[in-house]
């Protein structure tokens, strides 16, 4: 038996979150135990730069100081990814959207295959505690240089797309200020699966 929202399959899901929120780790987690894809694009955008291709050389500098890359780039990293047949039965997105025109553009591709968002994850963790991660990560002056310079990004830029999904009625919040397992049980109450009822 199991339907579409009971198995975990038809999860099409954004994870939204500060850098350091730990929205990377849950995004594997779950994508894990319902057997759909995790995508991050800063995996996807790493790796382009990593390999040299046309696209990382292009993005490189972007990432190192940490700004985003152009909403136009992302709309064709990303529609790239979602055509690939493993997003058929759903999928995660860690890392995009992160502007409302990449919002935007996330909606019209779904609509084109004729879905929807399931839901907009929010993992909210205090500003302090944020900080105090990336601390204990003992990153050098530089890189917590960068890591201030994406949280302002985020705060401008990002932050806003709570307030997008809150207007459509698929924003959910999880208090990510707690032990890892715990955010991963809340995220499965708010995407409606049964936590256990999956691997
Ligand atoms: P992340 O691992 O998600 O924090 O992403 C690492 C870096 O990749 C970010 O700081 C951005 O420079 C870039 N990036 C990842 N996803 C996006 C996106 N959706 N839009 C613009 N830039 C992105």
Redesign the pocket.
Known sequence: MGGEAEDGRGVRAVLLGP?NSGK?TQARAIARRLGIPAI????M??DAVAAGTELGRRVGE??AA????DDGT?ARVVRERLARPDTAAGFLL??????ES?AETLTEILAERGEELSAAISIDVPEAILVARARGRGREDDREEVMRE?LRVYREKTAPLVGYYEKRDQLRVVDGDRPVEEVTSQIFVELGVPESEVA
Do not use: C
């Open positions: 850098p990377g991050s694009t800063g995996d955008l790493r972007v990432l940490g700004e985003l890359v992302m860690d890392g995009y959207p992160r502007t990449q994406r």
